[in-house]
């Protein structure tokens, strides 16, 4: 991670639910401002508003190609990525957690393991 | 630093549209199996990160049959889950079909879950298939909006 990222940039940048799925969208590949209004039903200036915020939050990157602006994750959009996988991780972690205490109650004549 | 300690549970990508989810568990596959479709105990741990709870566990576990599943916290806060069941086979597999309200529904998410005895427990397969790669990246990053608070609480404790 470099030192100008801006955890606090980039949670505000994460805070809105368009721009979450835009990074999940980038998730599968770069994709242009036409490509990434398609599927949300909004107007081009919209989605160039959200990826300028994450843009200046410094999750995604753009390169240019003749006439195209593809967007892609940047490190740190790759990062934040990785963390919303590890929080899914984190709470079916947890529900499964709670499933073992739950299973230990169930089968009371089981070999219980001697500790 | 806290490293990874989730090494009971494995969640992987898999081709465009699959999520593949593997946990082992130290009871027999008939307990696990019944752990996933007696609402009573389902109400008991399938609740997400800490502080949510299940009021309303709806589950009619045979084919055809239908589950809901609403969620809530203390700020009032909610949302829930329909489905049907495809296939039920007693102890070793469930298919169903979910979507998430929120309140929209998300696109139907099929589900596999496979309950195989291992060692003296059980290996418990869930293969989750989405409609295409972008429902897929979506529903993942839907699913980190719980996880998102927490990591708020976390960034305001660190200025």
């Not at chain 1, 030192?3 to 994460?14: E, G, K, P, Q, V």
């Not at chain 1, 039903?41 to 994450?54: C, D, F, G, N, R």
Request: charged share 25%; with cysteine.
């Amino acid at each position: 991670m470099t030192s100008s990222f801006d955890l606090n940039a980039s949670f505000a940048a994460l805070a809105d639910p368009t721009r979450r799925a835009i990074l999940a969208r980038l998730a599968l590949g770069e994709a242009t401002v036409n490509e990434l209004a398609q599927p949300f039903e909004m107007t081009q200036p919209a989605i160039s508003q959200h990826l300028k915020v994450l843009e200046e939050a410094g999750l995604i990157v753009q390169r240019v190609d003749g006439t195209r602006r593809p967007r892609r994750l940047a490190k740190a959009g790759i990062d934040a990525m990785d963390q919303w996988l590890a929080m899914l991780r984190k709470a079916l972690e947890k529900n499964y957690d709670r499933l073992d205490a739950v299973l230990a109650t169930m089968e009371p004549n089981s070999k219980r393991k001697r500790q | 630093m806290n490293t990874m300690t989730t090494t009971k549970m494995t969640l992987k990508t898999e081709g465009d549209t699959h999520i593949v989810v593997t946990r082992h568990f130290a009871a027999s596959p008939e307990a696990v199996y019944r752990a996933h479709t007696d609402p009573k105990i389902i109400q008991k741990w399938l609740l997400g990160p800490e502080g949510w709870t299940m009021p309303v566990c709806i589950n009619e576990a045979r084919p055809g049959g239908k589950f809901r599943y609403e969620w809530t916290n203390k700020k009032g806060q909610g949302f829930f889950v329909t489905g049907e069941f495809v296939e039920l086979q007693p102890y070793s597999k469930i298919v169903h079909i979910e979507r998430m309200h929120l309140p929209d529904p998300t696109p139907d998410n099929h589900v596999e879950t496979r309950f195989e005895p291992d060692g003296s427990g059980t290996l418990m397969t869930m293969r989750m298939t989405l409609p295409d790669a972008q429902t897929r990246a979506a529903m993942l990053a839907t699913g980190m909006e719980h996880g998102m608070e927490a990591s708020y609480v976390r960034l305001e404790s660190m200025i």
